[in-house]
T-cell receptor
C-alpha cells in the first residue's frame, strides 16, 4: 500500500546531540512537509520541499535542518541549537506543492523526548 | 494573513449524542480550500474532507456532515449519533494565497471525547 513511513516512532535525545528523523513516501508526491505538534496546540510548519534538491523554511525552522536528495525521502535533523525539541513531529506529502486543492497525507509521527 | 480558529478546545459527549465542531477562517483570497482532518490517539492525521470556496453545498458522508457558510466564514463539522471511536482531535485547515504565496494553515484543533 502507498503511504508515508516515519521512523522511529519514539526517539530520545541527549542534551547537545543532533538527531535525525526519517520520512519516506511511496506516493510519488512532489511536495513534502515537516510539522511540529506540541500538546494542546495545532501543527506548526518547520520546513517544506516542493521538488528534489529544493526546500523552504516554514514558520519555526530555527534549530532544524532538512535535505531532499530523493523524491521519496525528506529527513529532518533536530540540532543542538533547538532548545526545546520535545514534541511530536509529523511528516506529510501532497501531489502539488504547498496545499492548493490537494490534501496532505500524513505519516504516523515521531515522538521526540529529551533525556 | 490566513488564520483558522477552532474556539472549542475540548468537547465531551455521551455516545449517540450529536456534536458539532466549529471552524472559522480568515483569508483575503477569493479562491481557497478548506479541509478537516482527524487525529486519533495513534497520532497520524487522517484526511476527512476538502471543500473549495466556490462550492457552498453541504456534504454528508454517513454520520459526518459539513456546513460551509461563506457569509460567516465558517466550515462546521457535525457528527451524528457519536461513537466512542470518534474520540480524537479534529483539525480544520485552510489553503489559500497571501502576499507570500500559497499557504496551508491548521487550526489549533478540538479534542472530542465520546463517553460510553
Amino acid at each position: 500500500d502507498g503511504g508515508i513511513t516515519q521512523s522511529p516512532k519514539y526517539l530520545f535525545r541527549k542534551e547537545g546531540q543532533n538527531v535525525t528523523l526519517s520520512c519516506e513516501q511511496n506516493l510519488n508526491h512532489d511536495a513534502m512537509y515537516w510539522y511540529r505538534q506540541d500538546p494542546g496546540q495545532g501543527l506548526r510548519l518547520i520546513y517544506y520541499s516542493q521538488i528534489v534538491n529544493d526546500f523552504q523554511k516554514g514558520d519555526i525552522a530555527e534549530g532544524y535542518s532538512v535535505s531532499r536528495e530523493k523524491k521519496e525521502s525528506f529527513p529532518l535533523t533536530v540540532t543542538s541549537a533547538q532548545k526545546n525539541p520535545t514534541a511530536f513531529y509529523l511528516c506529510a506529502s501532497s501531489i502539488v506543492p504547498m496545499g492548493a486543492d490537494q490534501p496532505q497525507h500524513f505519516g504516523d509521527g515521531t515522538r521526540l523526548s529529551i533525556l | 494573513a490566513q488564520k483558522v480558529t477552532q474556539a472549542q478546545t475540548e468537547i465531551s459527549v455521551v455516545e449517540k449524542e450529536d456534536v458539532t465542531l466549529d471552524c472559522v477562517y480568515e483569508t483575503r483570497d477569493t479562491t481557497y480550500y478548506l479541509f478537516w482532518y482527524k487525529q486519533p490517539p495513534s497520532g497520524e492525521l487522517v484526511f476527512l474532507i476538502r471543500r473549495n470556496s466556490f462550492d457552498e453545498q453541504n456534504e454528508i458522508s454517513g454520520r459526518y456532515s459539513w456546513n460551509f457558510q461563506k457569509s460567516t466564514s465558517s466550515f462546521n463539522f457535525t457528527i451524528t449519533a457519536s461513537q466512542v471511536v470518534d474520540s480524537a482531535v479534529y483539525f480544520c485547515a485552510l489553503s489559500a494565497r497571501d502576499n507570500y504565496g500559497q499557504n496551508f494553515v491548521f487550526g489549533p484543533g478540538t479534542r472530542l471525547s465520546v463517553l460510553p
